[in-house]
């Protein structure tokens, strides 16, 4: 372990004999637990146990084995077993003066073997496939001294880049500036990736671009109206890990390897659903193995065919067009009842048994409101999901009604009084309720005038002078639970000169009435689909929600007859609204 | 469902409905369940509901022959009375049938103990 907090030890120093001992100790038996393949040596051998980066110097040949953030040792494969001795000499129980006076000393051992394979679990996005070895040594350098001596290769701020067919547009990520012609050198490759039947139109938009060691490119789409399926891509001179990240999950990352002279082909769900990118850095650590490799410059090319008729792929959420309305803000009630059909409704009965399991604590504010509610009252739960506001028998008549049957069926057999309705038409006598909750629904409602009519409904539910409390998710979600657990996500980039993909008027305009797939991190916008991940089944439903801006729950309450406001706080990126029936 | 449940409901959400009160109740499959009898809580919750509503129910189920005609005003001194108000209430447990608006017959299925209210955007 190099690293604790809890001591400062004097850099430089040394530890020896027992305490050495110990510390050995507690790194096999944690080897043993984590790699029981790999077996310690008493003997020298070429294989050291634990590394850091000041090994190089000593064997220039060394080769890292590295687990970061996972395991808290390493492993070095040194030239021969004499170099690896002299490093075990040299450094075992030494404190180095290059390190922070926190770390820990180096411990090595010999080991016989460094393991087979990675940890990570190698998954791939489906739709995407490698091909090693697609090109041959000659291919390769007669392409990249093609593109090198090329006198239009242009500088971006972390690459260069070269166009032939039609010029990419960094701006709006798409192609539609007809530029150099492609060369009969490309247009070689072009064919035998036609005999070999990987593409099937020729492409027209080919980007060539030369990275420099540490340099990558941002994790993006390749958009969805701009080119066709798939997106073929050539590696040379480097290996190098792209890694693809879920559209609807930012978290779910899988490093792919793309070897030099491989081929990677990004089609269907890894080219719709999933962004790919490159990290900035100097090594990459191989999924498979754990091995780290350095990067050496390293050249790409791109083929695209763009794209001349509507994308119509089944990833439409992820789709930059709107499909004729289909994936737009809805403005009509229409347009809001068949969206929040398909993503409300539908989702909640997939979801209804893993959102139970998942729904137990209840909001506070929502606690001390039903708590202050005189007992004997009857109060209604509108969107009740698994009955967790009506179980306590707590002397309130307590009724509940929800659009899902499986969230009913659930709620009914913890003993709950509930009923299958919409919340837009209570089932429920006027005037009836001395109370009524209705907890994360209105945000589920697609247009202004069908939340109005949420609240119209509670209130005509409602007694005169009977109080309702109402949450919706806030789109400022900075001190939640949830922000801290996806607190993790890196920056989501543009591939161009920094700056975020549409901006063009038209593009900008799309993009505002188009409903978005929320992938873990800020807001952009108040009309969303997120995600609801069932990871044991490896499954992802895309819920709707209109998330509230500050002063809209407000608004709302003013622009209704007969509602009264009451209070508006805010908990864990939720506001709470009380308002009373006048 | 509950007939607690059923004194509550209404169908005047559908369009050209006024009252939509009391539903008429038709029963094709029902449980009575053991419940834990409070009589105060009984009698707190026959000031909400309506006792009207609640006897006719019971009469479509035949469940009304030991309910009086009206509730007497000294109701916490007829500890019967109460203990039949909550076996109505909370013992007899509605497991299929159908719910009718008694002024445009529209009918809502139960099935497996829950009332479905669902109806069509035009209704």
New interface residues.
Partial sequence: MYFSDEKERPVGSRYEGSKLLRKIHKSHEQLKRHNPDVVISEEPTQNLLNLRRFFRPLDPGCQFFVYPNKRSYSFIQCSDAYLATKIRKEFNGFVHPKLKSSHQPFVISFVKNVPEKGIAETFRPDGLAVLDNYISKDEEKTLTDFIFSHPKVKMLKHRAVLHFGHEFDYDTNSAFRETEPIPEIINDLVKKLKYDGYISAWPDQITANIYEPGHGIPSHYDTHSAFEDPVVSLSMLSDVVMEFKDGANSARIAPVLLPRRSLCLIQGESRYRWKHGIVNRKHDVDPRTNRVIPRQMRVSLTLRKIRTVPCKCPWKEFCDWDREGEMGVPKSG?EA?RLEGSYVADVYENIASHFDETRHSSWKAVKKFIDDIP????M?DVGCGNGKYLIAQD?L?K?G?D?C?GL??IA?KKGC??????AL??????K?ADAVICIAVLHHIATLERRRQLVE?ILRVLKPGGCACVTVWSMDQSHSEYAKMRGNKDENEAIGKGQNPGKTEDLKKNKAERLKVHDGKDFEQQDVLVPWVIDQENKTFLRYYHVFREGEAEELMHSVDGCQMVSVEKEQGNYIFVFRKS | MKLLTHNFMSSRFLKGVNEGYPLRLHVTKMENRDVEFNAEFVKNIMSKCDYGALRTACESINEASKLPANLPDDLSEHDDILRELHRVLFCIEVIEGELECPDTGRRFPIHDSIPNLLVEDNE
């Avoid at chain 1, 007992?375 to 009857?378: D, H, L």
């Avoid at chain 1, 009084?417 to 919409?422: I, K, N």
């Avoid at chain 1, 038409?425 to 006027?430: A, G, Q, S």
Wanted: with cysteine; aromatic share 6%; hydrophobic share 35%.
């Fill in positions: 229409n009842e007992r004997g009252s009857v209604y002397g008549i009724i009604c659009m049957n009913c069926v009914a009084h509930v009923m299958r309705a919409d038409k209570l089932p429920f006598r006027e009836s409904e």
